[in-house]
């Protein structure tokens, strides 16, 4: 029996909390008195998702959308589709899409284009992590919890070919696996 293999520590799970919560507190402010849904971007976000929502003080609805990343690569295709759509409308609802890593941009911008058209009364984007250097196009991130290089990451949510989700902190593969 083989076991799991522990990357490199990037981010420790002290901080990612620590982050979480001045995050939910400066969202939670900002969206106050609104009709919210939080939006999972499924699948890396759940975790953050799970966490942050949990640091909010604020009603809200949460809704589920899949997004296909790259396989089982490293780099992005460029290419976007949605494998799972949000149950409730969203119209004159306040969105705020989460998601776990903005590398290129191109799955933000999709997803911020396609929800656009149905008339939120207004969309917030916030990510737990961003790479400002892998950026492709211009995407407005309003929350984001940490930027880092162009590193490929795994754990708390984000997988490498399907695996790692469940590590509690944010790590690199040095060497795969
Ligand atoms: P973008 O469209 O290039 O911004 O990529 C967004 C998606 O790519 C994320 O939601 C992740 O699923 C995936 N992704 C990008 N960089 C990484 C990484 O370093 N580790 C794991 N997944 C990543």
Redesign the pocket.
């Known amino acids: 029996m083989s076991s799991l293999h522990h990357p490199r520590v990037l981010i420790p799970e002290t901080k990612i909390k620590q982050r979480i919560k001045e995050l939910a507190n400066e969202i939670s402010y900002d969206l106050r008195g609104k009709d919210v849904t939080a939006v999972c971007?499924l699948?890396?976000?759940y975790m953050f998702f799970a966490d942050l929502i949990r640091e909010m003080d604020l009603p809200l609805s949460c809704e589920f959308m899949g997004?296909s990343?790259?396989g089982n690569k490293?780099s992005?295709s460029?290419e976007?589709k949605i494998t799972l759509d949000m149950t409730e409308p969203v119209n004159g609802k306040h969105v705020l899409l989460i998601?776990?890593?903005?590398?290129?941009?191109?799955?933000?911008?999709?997803l911020i284009n396609t929800l656009k058209v149905r008339n939120p009364a207004s969309i917030k984007t916030c990510s737990l992590?961003m790479?400002p250097e892998?950026?492709?196009c211009k995407?407005n991130i309003d929350y984001t919890g940490f930027n880092?290089g162009k590193?490929?990451?795994?754990g708390y949510g984000?997988?490498?070919q399907g695996r790692y989700r469940q590590i509690p902190y944010i790590g690199v593969m040095d060497n795969e696996g």
């Open positions: 971007i699948k890396g976000s997004v990343s790259y490293t992005s460029g976007v998601e776990d890593i903005v590398d290129t941009g191109l799955t933000m911008q999709y992590l790479k892998s950026l492709q995407v880092i590193e490929f990451v795994v984000l997988d490498y």
